[in-house]
């Protein structure tokens, strides 16, 4: 959904810096809800959970393409947040019948219209934007933003996405009006605003547009604009998370977005694919974890997605497992195999169905960023130096068992890798 998240840039950024050993000092402050398990157990069909050590996750069906019965129950049972666009409304109570507890949320984009969804001189019914490029075009030129040489600027990859002001305030009130009219009547429960940008040329590299020409104004363009528009949102009892991928790019917006929200989905998180882990760094692991540590701390809700290859078990264990080093009750994790592979979800991993019980404190450092947090019922650690570092020792004081169901008293991880342990309680 945000090109500018892609595994080129990220390699870029961290290639001019070299990591850093971070301290945990911040973490300490966390405050756990503790409660009380008796045994680590595994299920194919996890029911949603809002113990901490327990993975919660989510799904975002936006291809379009059909949804079986089956799966709406499957998915269901085992995902706390589910995303669908606007013309799936009537799926919503399917949804809730197969569990009343699942969020179901629409899709918006905060910051295009679509020209595609422009038919014959009207905007369709049911859009995946809160302003219909007709009514805009027509009405409200002055929406667009445009460029130095006075053109508008379309999305770059993507066709008859055109980038809108959204610090405009009448951009604004059409833009909320329309999205809580079209949640409320589907039935959703909340919206994800898709595009909440902080790069002032982010879908047109190098370009600026000339009503918002720096990052900073940009910046203070989506912050009125969540700001403005929050207590609609609130008033309609509908809940608010929006894509703020490459935050960690730009210190200070992920908490500045998210004090008008209810949380924040981090759309390209610690791994950007199989070859591009992301390490400490200043704006490595820990730019990224502590977006969790800080919603979590606020009562605020975090969607993380790593982008792993199917059958990559070590991104994947390195991504999941800095979950749980950080997660409470608020955060939810789910894979993407591809970038922008929003239909079928992800082959779900055994250790989404493990119950680890209850967090006994945050995580600890036991080394130079090998940090380790321990539950009621297991113990996750993580390496996070760089992905060439040499394999270190890290001894777990009692027998575990790993991911391949053997019993272990240590495990050794190379930089950007993480285990997953269970044992009995």
Known sequence: MDPESGKADSTAVRARRSPLPRTTAAITAMVLAATGVAVATTAGTAAISTDPGKAQSFWLHLDGTQITDQAITDHAKTRSYIVLNSWESGLVGKFKNANPDVKVFVYKDLSSTRSYACKDGAD???????????????????????????????????????????????????????????????????????????????????????????????QSAYKSMLANTRHRFTDAGLLTVANLANARLHPGTWDAYTEHLDGGFDEWWLAFGSSDLLPEAPDGWSSQTDQIVSDEARGKITWVQPHVSAGDDRAFRYALASYFLVAGDKTAIAEANATDDYGDAAPVHPEYGWDLGSPQGPYRSVGANLLRRDFACGTVVVNTNPTASAETRIDLGTTHENERNEQVDSVSLAGTSGSILRRLC
């Open 124 to 218: 369709e019914p049911d859009l995946p934007t809160g302003v219909g490029f007709c009514d805009a075009d027509k009405g409200h030129p002055d929406w667009f933003l445009q460029g130095p040489d006075g053109n508008r600027f379309e999305y770059s990859g993507y066709a008859g996405h055109w980038q809108m002001d959204v610090g405009n305030t009448g951009y604004q009130d059409r833009w909320a009006d329309n999205v809580v009219r079209n949640a409320k009547a589907g039935g959703f429960d909340g919206v994800l605003m898709d595009n909440a940008l902080f790069a002032c040329d982010t879908y047109h590299e190098g370009v600026c547009p000339t009503a918002r020409p720096t990052d900073e104004s940009m």
